[in-house]
């Protein structure tokens, strides 16, 4: 019993930490993390299914011409096809306010052997920009590619997260580069109120180690110690001037007697 219940502590603990946002689960993220904006793929599958089946038709037809493998692609076109709509269907993309979430889930290229699921989180501050690309077949069927670029180092296109069959691409750049503009705003004014305290602070201490040695040298200037200093100084000054002064006159009548 005991250990049965431990057990199922430790489950409760492995859902609670699961269901953050960084999880695997369907249904983690949108409850415990604020979403701004979700983009949708539904209006998109029919299109997405089409431009997907051509382009492996014409990759198929090339390999009939070149080793005849192309024959098994086109036999295998209709699981193709059911692997496709499952991805599509079950796609998830969603802006939170600190990350960008995209999560799926499809059947392996055989079904019968389970289902890939993954689950990508990009960090809205490491977001360059997001592109929105269309190539020529894409264009025929309507269908869009968002890439998102990552800031810092360069890497090549291809290590971006690259998804296609969004619908109303601009809409999901223009949420994403309005939410990475209020943190850049909200990091620029906390930077500018770290720079405004530093200088407050600096000046305080300058101010304090300034004044104390100018109240000590007052409070030294005043100290009876140093009124006796100035004082023997004075009556020292004094006495040689009556010194200088009493010379004087011995010179003086000096004089006035060699005269008389």
């Known amino acids: 019993m005991g250990s049965g219940n431990g057990a199922a502590q430790m489950n409760l603990l492995e859902r609670g930490l699961l269901s953050k946002p960084g999880s695997l689960d369907e249904d983690s993220g949108s409850e415990d993390e604020t979403i701004l904006y979700t983009a949708s793929f539904q209006e998109m599958e029919d299109n997405f299914v089409k431009y997907q089946t051509a382009l492996w038709v014409l990759y198929s037809l090339l390999l009939i ?32 306010p600190n990350a960008i979430v995209y999560k799926y889930r499809k059947p392996v290229p055989f079904p019968c052997f389970g289902v890939l699921k993954k689950e990508k989180h990009v960090l809205l501050p490491s977001v360059a920009d997001v592109v929105i690309e269309q190539g020529y077949l894409q264009s025929l069927f309507g269908v869009y590619s968002i890439r998102i670029e990552n800031e810092g180092v360069r890497r090549p296109p291809s ?9 109303y691409p601009g809409a999901f750049r223009k949420a994403v580069l309005a939410r990475l503009s209020d943190i850049r705003s909200d990091v620029f004014s906390r930077q500018v109120s770290v720079t405004e305290d530093v200088p407050s602070l600096r000046i305080g201490h300058s101010s304090a180690s300034w004044m104390s040695p100018s109240k000590s040298l007052r409070h030294d200037s005043f100290h009876p110690s140093g009124e006796l200093m100035i004082l023997q100084k004075l009556e020292e000054v004094g006495s040689s001037v009556k010194r200088v002064q009493t010379l004087i006159e011995e010179q003086h009548s000096q004089a006035s007697q060699s005269i008389d």
């Open 65 to 96: 011409l070149a080793w005849g493998f192309g024959l098994f692609m086109l036999l295998y076109l209709p699981v193709r096809r059911h692997i496709l709509r499952k991805d599509i269907r079950s796609r998830k993309l969603y802006v939170t």
């Open 159 to 167: 290590d971006d997260v690259q998804i296609q069959g969004v619908v």
